[in-house]
C-alpha cells in the first residue's frame, strides 16, 4: 500500500488539473533543451467516476512529499479512497513520430500551445534563415494531424534560434539565440503582438536572467510571472542546471534567478516544463538511472511555494539513446518530447508524442 500511494502523486495532479484550477493555482507553458546534447515505474493515478469528474481529489501522499498527508474524509484502505481505486496500470502510451512534422533534418524543442493547435519547435530543415530557426504548425482541433510546418520569419535570424516557448495567451513567445546584441553565449529573448493573427514584434533580449554563460529552455508560466530555464551560470551544480526567476506582475522585470537545487545534480539536467498547475515538472537528465544517453524525468511537489520530490524517470517514454526537451499538454494528457531513437547512428532529433491511457 505504501509503495502503491508513494507512485499515485505526480499523476494524481496530472489528472486532476480541474481540482487544481478551483483553487486558481496557475503555470503552464512548454520549452525545450539543447540539441547534440552530452548528454518508473508505471504511475499510479486514482480514478473514480464521481469525485474525480468533478475535480475534487484531495489526496497528497506523505512518503512522495515528506509532509503531512492530507485526505479528504472518505476512509483510504487497502488501496481504495472511498469509491476511488488505484489503478497502477495507468501510463503513458508509447511514443510515436509526429511523422507529419519529421524530416530527414533534425527536429527538437516541441512547445504546444494551451489550446493544443498549434506546436513550435525548431528545426534544420531547408527554407530557413538560420542554423536552426523556428517553425511552427496548426491544426484545426486536437484530434487532426498538424499541417505543413511554417518558418517564423520575424523571429528567426542568420543565427541559431531555440527552444520556443509560448504564453499562455500566444501573444508572447520566449526563445533562445545567440544573435548579437546578447549578453552571453546563448540568450533567452522574447517578442510580442497584439492578437494571434498578428506576426511578432522585434525580439528583445530578457537581460535580466541572462549571464555571460549558456541560457537555455525556457517556460513560462501560464501567468507569465515564473520562468524556468537551463544555464551553466556560476552557482550551477552540474554543467548544466535547472533555474528559475520571478516577478510581481507582468510589466516588471524578472528578479534574479534561483538554482532549483533539489532537481540539479553534477551532471546535465536541463529542458525544464511544468503542468498546468504547475505541481509537476518535467525535465531531461543524463544522471545516474537512465536509460540512455539523456532520459525525461519528472518530480512532484504539493503547491508552489514547496520544493519538489526526488525525481523520478518516466520510464515509459525513454530509450537507449537520447530523449529530451518534454512539453505537457495544458489538460494533462498528451506529452511531446524530441528523441535520436530512430537515427541511432547519428544525434539527429525527432519529434514524438505520447498519450495518458488507462485500461
Known amino acids: ?69 492530507v485526505t479528504s474524509d472518505m476512509p483510504v484502505e487497502d488501496g481504495v479512497k472511498g469509491d476511488v481505486e488505484v ?5 503513458f502510451s508509447t511514443p510515436e513520430p509526429i511523422a507529419e512534422l519529421n524530416t530527414e533534418a533534425m527536429e527538437n524543442s516541441p512547445a504546444i500551445s494551451a489550446n493544443g493547435l498549434t506546436l513550435y519547435f525548431i528545426s534544420m530543415r531547408p527554407g530557413g534563415l538560420g542554423n536552426g530557426d523556428i517553425w511552427y504548425a496548426t491544426r484545426p482541433d486536437i484530434h487532426t494531424v498538424f ?10 535570424s542568420t543565427e541559431n534560434e531555440r527552444a520556443p516557448a509560448i504564453s499562455n ?10 544573435r548579437l546584441g546578447g549578453v552571453g553565449d546563448l540568450d533567452i529573448w522574447l517578442a510580442t503582438r497584439t492578437s494571434t493573427a498578428s506576426a511578432f514584434g522585434k525580439p528583445q533580449n530578457l537581460s535580466e536572467v541572462n549571464s555571460i554563460g549558456i541560457e537555455n529552455g525556457p517556460y513560462i ?4 510571472l515564473t520562468i ?16 528559475v526567476a520571478t516577478r510581481s ?36 537528465s543524463n544522471r545516474p538511472g537512465g536509460l540512455g544517453k539523456s532520459d525525461i524525468w519528472y518530480a512532484a511537489r504539493k503547491n508552489t511555494a514547496s520544493a519538489f520530490s526526488e525525481p523520478q524517470n518516466l520510464v515509459e517514454l525513454n530509450s537507449k539513446v537520447y530523449d529530451e526537451g ?17 537515427n541511432i547512428s547519428v544525434i539527429n532529433y525527432d519529434l514524438y508524442v505520447s498519450h495518458w491511457t488507462c485500461p
Open 169 to 178: 495567451d500566444e501573444l508572447t513567445i520566449y526563445f533562445v539565440s545567440d
Open 1 to 69: 500500500m505504501k509503495k502503491a500511494m508513494q507512485s499515485i502523486f505526480g499523476l494524481l495532479f496530472l489528472m486532476g488539473f480541474l481540482w487544481f484550477a478551483m483553487l486558481a493555482v496557475a503555470g503552464l507553458g512548454c520549452s525545450s533543451s539543447k540539441e547534440n546534447s552530452d548528454a518508473v515505474e508505471d504511475t499510479a493515478v486514482i480514478k473514480d467516476t464521481t469525485v474525480a469528474d468533478q475535480g475534487k481529489l484531495d489526496t497528497l501522499v506523505k512518503d512522495t512529499l515528506g509532509g503531512d498527508q
Open 87 to 91: 489503478v497502477e496500470s495507468c501510463k
Open 228 to 243: 524556468y530555464f537551463t544555464s551553466d551560470r556560476p552557482g550551477s551544480v552540474g554543467r548544466w542546471d535547472i533555474w
Open 147 to 156: 499541417g505543413d510546418a511554417v518558418n517564423l520569419e520575424e523571429i528567426n
Open 326 to 342: 518534454p512539453c505537457i499538454s495544458a489538460d494533462g494528457t498528451t506529452i511531446y518530447f524530441a528523441s535520436t531513437r530512430e
Open 249 to 284: 506582475e507582468i510589466s516588471a522585470p524578472f528578479g534574479e534567478p534561483v538554482n532549483v537545487a533539489e532537481l540539479n545534480t553534477g551532471n546535465n539536467d536541463y529542458s525544464p516544463k511544468l503542468t498546468e498547475d504547475g505541481l509537476i515538472i518535467y525535465f531531461a
Open 221 to 224: 508560466s501560464a501567468d507569465g
